[in-house]
């Protein structure tokens, strides 16, 4: 999503453009001012009941909702002496996170613990067939694991909670890669 910011500066020619992703190219003629480019298949993201989900090469099962939030940083902004308002404001820093909540139906050991890092697969769709396929990829590090149990129809289940870190190869790249497939 790219933004072109118009500042009510003195120099009214002068114009901010700030790149958040660099999906949208800029269009020509420039945007008015607070006109945005979403991406089509832009994030944060919730998955209820993914069709696969796999986490440091381990399958998990009774998976019942995946998360992938984002969370800005210290933001830039900018104020002129015209008033008290901001001008521009950037969020160049970005922390992507995302949680697993699946239920246990057995016992099972731990197969993760904080501190290990791997791949996290994730495959989702709008209805059982194949079609419009979604498989979300991403480098992780785990941050917690935790369990609490749920009372559900008379009986009690166990929850598993995943807080996991996506980490970005290189810093520029998003650390949340998608690919479409649309089997017909």
């Known amino acids: 999503m790219s933004i072109a910011f118009s500042s009510p500066s003195p120099n009214p020619s002068r114009k901010r453009e700030g790149t958040i992703f660099p999906h949208c190219p800029l269009p020509s003629p420039p945007l008015p001012p607070h006109a945005l480019c979403l991406m089509p298949h832009a994030f ?9 989900v796999s986490l440091l090469s381990h399958t998990l099962d009774q998976v019942d909702a995946v998360a992938i939030d984002r969370r800005s940083g210290p933001l830039a902004e900018e104020r002129t002496d015209n008033g008290p308002h901001l001008v521009f404001a950037d969020a160049p820093e970005q922390r992507v996170t995302v949680s697993i909540t699946r239920t246990l139906t057995r016992d099972e050991p731990t197969l ?28 992780v590090v785990v941050t917690s694991v935790e369990h609490d149990f749920v009372r559900r129809d008379q009986t009690t289940v166990a929850r598993q909670r995943l807080a996991l870190l996506a980490l970005s190869p290189d810093g520029h790249t998003d650390p949340i890669t998608e690919t479409l497939s649309d089997a017909h």
Do not use: C, H
């Open 112 to 139: 993760v613990r904080p501190g290990d890092m791997g791949e996290l697969r994730l495959t989702t769709a709008p209805s059982a067939s194949d079609a419009q396929r979604r498989t979300i990829a991403a480098t």
């Open 44 to 52: 944060p993201m919730l998955s209820l009941t993914p069709t696969s």
